[in-house]
């Protein structure tokens, strides 16, 4: 079974540009988190996603969003870029939105603002 | 508000020997609790978790953790360290009512020869 795929791995933006960022969750799994990690503030929550809802949200700006398709892939979007937020954007799934699963992460894309 | 804590940026062990890597936790209502493992340029993986029953804890590649209730925590073990095993741990909690899961800061184990 493949596991969590993000797209791109890598990539370099310049400040005010905007990027968007790609996840495809485990086949069957229906639910899309979101996290940013830094090394200054470890690993902080964006967003979930289940069912193409919106279900939690954390204390990020507007300019980060995100959206789920009818079939579990998601997206998030930053928009007018700063230097802070070049971080590693890890994305999970896990099968139901429930809180006794554990979430299976990707291997992250790294997005450097320069 | 849920929050979990880990005292230790680091923790440094010599192979062979016993590890523990500390967890502390905040949350009303029942805790769901996990930890993860994170090695160089990759996401993170799951080792265990604790939902109810036994307070002890068998996960993934010999880890362990024992749940606390009245110390409100979940310190992950393992009773003989590999140098393999030096990675990033974070611990994270859920609560009841469909909450985000919460990470902690992380602690970077290391396991010298």
């Known amino acids: 079974k493949a596991g969590v795929t993000q797209t791109p791995r890598y990539l370099i933006k310049t400040r005010g540009q905007q990027v968007t960022l790609s996840c495809s969750p485990i086949s069957g799994h229906r639910s899309v988190s979101w996290y940013q990690q830094t090394p200054g503030q470890g690993l902080q929550f964006l967003f979930e996603?289940?069912?193409?809802?919106?279900?939690n949200k954390g204390n990020f700006p507007g300019r980060f969003s995100g959206r789920q398709f009818s079939n579990s892939r998601s997206e998030m979007n930053v928009s007018t870029l700063e230097l802070g937020d070049s971080a590693l954007y890890l994305c999970?799934?896990?099968?139901?939105?429930?809180?006794?699963?554990?979430?299976?992460f990707g291997e992250g894309s790294r997005l450097t603002v320069l | 508000a849920q929050s979990v804590a880990q005292p230790e940026d680091q923790v440094n062990v010599a192979e062979g020997n016993p590890l523990t890597v500390k967890c502390t936790y905040s949350v009303s209502g029942n805790p769901y609790l996990f930890w993860y493992v994170q090695y160089p340029n990759r996401g993170l993986q799951f080792l265990l978790k604790?939902?109810?029953?036994?307070?002890l804890v068998k996960g993934s590649y010999g880890f362990e953790a024992e749940f606390n209730k009245s110390q409100t925590s979940f310190h992950l073990k393992k009773p003989s360290a590999l140098v393999s095993d030096s990675a990033l741990y974070f611990c994270?909690?859920?609560?009841?009512?469909?909450?985000?899961?919460?990470f902690g800061t992380g602690t970077r184990l290391l396991v010298s020869p």
């Open positions: 994270a909690v859920r609560s009841t009512g469909f909450q985000k899961l919460v």
């Open positions: 999970a799934s896990s099968l139901e939105l429930v809180n006794t699963g554990e979430l299976f």
């Open positions: 604790y939902i109810t029953g036994d307070n």
């Open positions: 996603y289940f069912s193409e809802t919106q279900r």
